[in-house]
């Protein structure tokens, strides 16, 4: 004889399904927990790796930095998108190099500005939240 409780346990998944998703529809989420405009993941791992390496670097390679610049590469990658983290990391770079004529097209124009702005935003964000 077959028992009516697979029939009831689907039925049942059906009815918590519907339930959810109707409550997500009426119960909006708070601005804090929706999803970031981009991609949260969006980062290429070798770049992680990379700003990982190079805040080591800077800070001795002491292990208990470990946690606080891999932190920090998360916060960044959740306030910029990786396209605008890399435009900013060649403007700093081409900034530094300071050679040629066209170095100056990364110094003082309106989109080196506002891509150092996002950077130094997402850094300072680093700096209240990684500790």
Known sequence: MNS???????????????????AQVLIPMPA???????????YPTAARADYVIGCLAANGFHRELLDKCACGIDVIANEMPYDDY??????LS???????????????TPIAREELKKLHKA?????????
């Open 123 to 131: 850094e300072a964000d680093v700096n209240l939240t990684c500790t």
């Open 94 to 108: 081409m900034q530094k190099a300071g050679v040629g004529p066209r170095s100056g097209l990364f110094r003082n």
């Open 32 to 42: 804090s927990a929706q999803a970031p405009a981009h991609p949260r993941n969006d």
């Open 4 to 22: 009516p409780r697979p029939m009831l346990h689907r039925a049942l998944a059906a009815l918590g399904a519907l339930a959810l998703a109707t």
């Open 86 to 91: 890399e435009k900013a990391n060649t403007i």
